[in-house]
Structures are given as C-alpha cells and as structure tokens.
T-cell receptor
C-alpha cells in the first residue's frame, strides 16, 4: 500500500472554475501535511502546509480530515498560471522524512 | 541566495559507468536528502542526512552511495550505472530534521540522468 495516494488526473478546467483535489495517507501517526506544486520539468515547490483546523492562502484552501486520513486542496477562480502538478506530502512518523504522492495534474483552459 | 544547487543538470551515462551528482546548499541546513522521480512513481527517497558525518538509507538506496563531510555538500554517487537508474534526481534540504517536518523542503532544480 502506498503511503500517499492521489488521483493522477488530469483535471482540465476552464478559467475561473473551482477545482478540488483529494489525497489519502496510510499512517494515522503522520503529523505534518503539505501541498507542493511542480511545474513541468521543474522542481517541486512548497505551496502550503495543511493544518488540522484548515487553512487558506488567497484562492487556495487546504483541509485535513484525520479521522478519514485524507487531505484536500481547493483552488477557487482558477488561473492559467495554476496549471501544474500538485503533490500531496505527508511526513514519515518513523523518521524525519517526507512521503510524496504521485501528483495530480491540473490544466486550466482559456 | 543560491539555495540548493545541483550539478550537472543533464547527464548521459553508459551502463556500468560511475558518476557523482553534486548537491550544495548555502542555507546552513542540517538536513539534506536525495530523491528520484519517475513517471507514475512519485518522488522516492534514496538517502538522507541529518547532519555532517551522518547518513542513512531511504526507500530505494541500492546502487547509490552518499557521504556528508560538510554541512554544505551532499553528493550522490552511482557506483555502476544501470538503465533502471534513468530518472530525474532531486536534492532537498531543510533547516533541521524537525524543520523538514514542520516546514517542508527546499529542492534543487534537478539532474536528468539517462543511462544507455
């Protein structure tokens, strides 16, 4: 079983749409959660951390459901520049490392 | 700030050759790691280090060696390249092991390696 699982997509949405990604993680002892963004042929970059109470950064909202062990990312008013792959990331509770999901690809269409 | 610098950006090797992928950071980060990224597999941890002189294996360590003689540098050595090692390699760092958990990583720009 993979530590982190994501729907690979692709998600093709028009500009201005709202899109949501989910991810599930396998180890209930994980404590830290992130969403990273990766552009084509580039390195991953931290988009936002995910806190238990949920958190928002502009058009992006991240939520954590510990009981169901899933994390979500909501993007409102999608922009062309949001086109990228979004990686769900969870810490390895047994070591100081991070597990990365395979990513969900988003394409925002004009 | 240079951040995390990886060299080379591209490399083609023949099967059986050896090489070293370089990674350097100028942020005084204690924690450094190497990941490989393959289609459909996501990023997988190869080796990591929590400080100078300390290294440990990740999920896919076979065929790779690392050392951490200084805080700044964390080279990854391919001992005898195989086609299965064709991948994109990313070096990542964080202020501390706990910092990695709290704040995530800073990644280098990657090395695209092809083994023929």
């Amino acid at each position: 079983r993979k530590e982190v699982e994501q729907d690979p997509g692709p998600f093709n949405v028009p500009e201005g749409a709202t899109v949501a990604f989910n991810c599930t993680y396998s180890n209930s002892a994980s404590q830290s959660f992130f969403w990273y963004r990766q552009d084509c042929r580039k390195e991953p970059k931290l988009l936002m951390s995910v806190y238990s109470s949920g958190n928002e950064d502009g058009r992006f909202t991240a939520q954590l459901n510990r009981a169901s062990q899933y994390i979500s990312l909501l993007i409102r008013d999608s922009k062309l520049s949001d086109s990228a792959t979004y990686l769900c990331v969870v810490n390895d509770p047994g070591a100081n490392n991070l597990f990365f999901g395979t990513g969900t690809r988003l394409t925002v269409i004009p | 700030n240079a951040g995390v610098t990886q060299t080379p950006k591209f490399q083609v090797l023949k099967t059986g050759q050896s090489m070293t992928l370089q990674c350097a950071q100028d942020m005084n980060h204690e924690y450094m790691s190497w990941y490989r990224q393959d289609p459909g597999m996501g990023l997988r941890l190869i080796h990591y280090s929590v400080g100078a002189g300390i290294t440990d294996q990740g999920e896919v360590p076979n065929g790779y060696n690392v050392s951490r003689s200084t805080t700044e540098d964390f080279p990854l050595r391919l001992l005898s390249a195989a086609p299965s090692q064709t991948s994109v390699y990313f070096c990542a760092s964080s202020y501390s092991p706990q910092g990695a958990i709290n704040y995530g990583y800073t990644f280098g720009s990657g090395t695209r390696l092809t083994v023929v």
